[in-house]
């Protein structure tokens, strides 16, 4: 499965520290590799969302056959509603472009 990632996403992830980094690479590459994407829920409308335990989220969607993943935007629990609402808008966006 390949991933692409937004720029929303790209700026976000530039700003999480070394270990979230890691922790969100890592997740990334399971669902690349093995199609594994562990705690997920769906959103409706075709966005979903990884999960971590400590609050952490990653909007997403599945195009193409769901041969393609592609990657919204990150947040954290606190701020969903808000962050959900901007994932949607980019769904929005990169389906109709």
């Not at 499965?1 to 997740?27: G, L, N, P, Y």
């Not at 041969?67 to 935007?73: D, N």
Request: aromatic share 8%; hydrophobic share 35%.
């Amino acid at each position: 499965m390949k991933i692409a990632r937004t720029a929303e996403f790209e700026k976000w992830f530039k700003k999480q520290t070394e270990k979230s980094k890691a922790q969100v690479d890592a997740r990334l590459k399971n669902i690349e590799l093995h199609s594994y994407f562990g705690d997920h829920k769906s959103l409706g409308g075709k966005l979903l969302e990884l999960r971590w335990k400590n609050g952490r989220r990653v909007y997403y969607t599945l195009l193409a056959a769901d041969c393609l993943t592609l990657v919204l935007l990150g947040g954290i629990k606190n701020a969903q509603k808000k962050d959900i609402e901007k994932a949607r808008k980019l769904l929005d966006r990169e389906v109709d472009s």
